[in-house]
Structure formats: structure tokens, C-alpha cells
């Protein structure tokens, strides 16, 4: 299983699960018991996908060691404080049944709640402060930041102790951000790729259906090769246990350069989710 090496030297397995829209209860469970019995070891969830309970629930009832899955978590934007980070991810740790988790995020870079007021980013170094304590206490493995723009970073890094291993954003065929991919990795930070179908977008786009037949794969496999291709951790989701099974079972094929180019560049009409207008 490929892996990616984050700045502290931990390995992340490069194909993971994601959870988000899965419901807690049945749906997330077998969707997780699915991805896990496929192969995953990878699985991400955050405190406000409201699926925590369930995921840990199918970790705890698999036949998969803790120790050999990769678990993420992500603080949401109603805890933007040191106080409420720590007991949030106290929190998280009960419904994961987990005493640790591999990477803690934190989710959203600019709460909409707190716009009108001075210094986002004061609150963001709060955040952060918790986060970098859980570090050191073990409690978290490694962590990072999601949907984080340049000014974002550059406002944390101002203040930040340890800086962030990881930045989960928006990536699929169509949607490269090349200057925040570039900017994450000239900062030392590996890139997670959520959304890698493009909210389905992908799906009905004919000039990926004519490359997904050129090689001989389907649509969701060739864009899962192109991120990892690019070397981005990549989180596919699915309720369907076949797609579930198909999406991590992929084609040993290679993309030809100038396929990766064109997959970098297709038109395609998905949303780029601006962190400092998104209604969260």
C-alpha cells in the first residue's frame, strides 16, 4: 500500500475512507466495516459529520488492530478556543472509543460566527496552541489544517510552535489549486485530497468518461490515480459496499503526462469552496 511520509516521519497510507455525509448509526458502520474489510486503513471523520460514534463503533467490531489503522479527526468551528478545542477532542476520543488519534485538523480556517469581529486568526493561534499540546502528549499522532488559504497559514505560522504537518482541501480532475498545492508543499505540509470525484461532478463529464475508456478503468479509479499520482492522500467515499471495494482495488496503470495535464486542466464546473465566504 503506497504511503506518504508527513514532516514528523509518519507514514499516512495514501488511499483512505472518507465519511462525510455518512449518517451515524448503520450507515456509517457499514460503510466503514465495508472499507475496512476491503483494505482501507485510512479512515477520516471530524466532529461535524455527527459520525464519530459510528466510526469508532466499526473500528472497535473490526478485525483490524487500532494500531494499524490511520484515524483522523478534525476540531470544528464552535470550539475556536483552547478550552473548547481540548474538551471537544476529549469528546471525540469517547465516541472514536479511541485513546489517540493519528492526525487532528482543525476543519475550517475562517468561521463565518466570527468574521465581523477583529483577529480570526488570534483565535486560530488558540486553536492551534491546543492542538500542538496534544501533539506533544501523544494524543495526537500528527496534525494539520483543512481548507486553509495561503494568508490562512501565514497568519498561524506567526504564532504556531509546531507547524502543520498536513492540509486537506478541495483536489479532484478540474480543480488542481496549483499555487495552494504548491505553497502547502513549500511549507512542508502533504496534501489530502477530499472530494476527489468532485461531488459527483466527474461523473457526467465526457472528456474523462473518453480517458477512463482509453485506459480501460472507470471514471472514480482514473481520478483516484491522478491524485495519487500527484502524490496527494486521497479520500473517496461511498455507502455502496461494491464501490467501496472498486475504489480501492485500483488498475496498476500509469497516467501518461500528457493525460495528467489534461486531467490538471478539465473543464469542469465544481464548486472551489472559498473559506472566507462559505457559509460555516
Not at 485513546?99 to 486560530?124: F, K
Request: aromatic residues 8%; glycine residues 6%; proline residues 5%.
Amino acid at each position: 500500500m503506497k504511503t506518504v511520509e508527513l514532516a514528523n516521519g509518519l507514514q499516512v497510507p495514501a488511499l483512505g475512507f472518507g465519511t462525510w455525509r455518512l449518517a451515524d448509526g448503520e450507515e456509517v458502520i457499514q460503510a466503514v466495516t465495508a472499507a475496512l474489510e476491503a483494505g482501507y486503513r485510512h479512515i477520516d471523520t471530524a466532529q461535524t459529520y455527527k459520525n464519530e460514534a459510528g466510526v469508532g463503533q466499526a473500528i472497535k467490531d473490526s478485525h483490524v488492530d487500532r494500531a494499524d489503522i490511520f484515524l483522523t479527526t478534525k476540531i470544528w468551528n464552535d470550539q475556536a478556543t483552547y478550552e473548547g478545542t481540548i474538551a471537544s477532542f476529549e469528546e471525540s476520543l469517547k465516541k472514536l472509543q479511541t485513546d489517540y488519534v493519528d492526525l487532528l485538523l482543525v476543519h475550517w480556517p475562517n468561521p463565518q460566527a466570527y468574521r465581523e469581529e477583529p483577529g480570526y486568526q488570534a483565535r486560530n493561534a488558540e486553536v492551534w496552541r491546543a492542538l500542538e499540546d496534544l501533539y506533544d502528549q501523544g494524543l495526537a499522532k500528527s496534525i494539520g489544517i483543512s481548507n486553509f488559504h495561503q494568508e490562512h497559514y501565514q497568519a498561524l505560522a506567526e504564532t504556531a510552535r509546531i507547524k502543520p504537518m498536513v492540509n486537506q482541501i478541495k483536489l479532484t480532475p478540474g480543480l488542481l489549486q496549483k499555487d495552494l498545492v504548491d505553497f502547502s508543499k513549500a511549507h512542508g505540509m502533504a496534501l489530502e485530497a477530499y472530494s476527489p470525484f468532485g461531488s459527483g461532478d466527474l461523473f457526467a463529464n465526457e472528456e474523462i468518461k473518453t480517458l477512463a475508456d482509453k485506459y480501460q478503468t472507470g471514471v472514480a479509479q482514473l481520478a483516484l490515480t491522478w491524485a495519487l499520482q500527484h502524490d496527494f492522500i486521497v479520500l473517496p467515499r461511498s455507502s455502496n459496499p461494491d464501490n467501496i471495494k472498486a475504489n480501492f482495488d485500483l488498475p496498476d496503470l500509469t497516467i501518461s503526462p500528457e493525460d495528467m495535464a489534461t486531467l490538471d486542466n478539465l473543464d469542469i464546473d465544481v464548486e472551489c469552496p472559498d473559506p472566507n465566504t462559505k457559509p460555516f
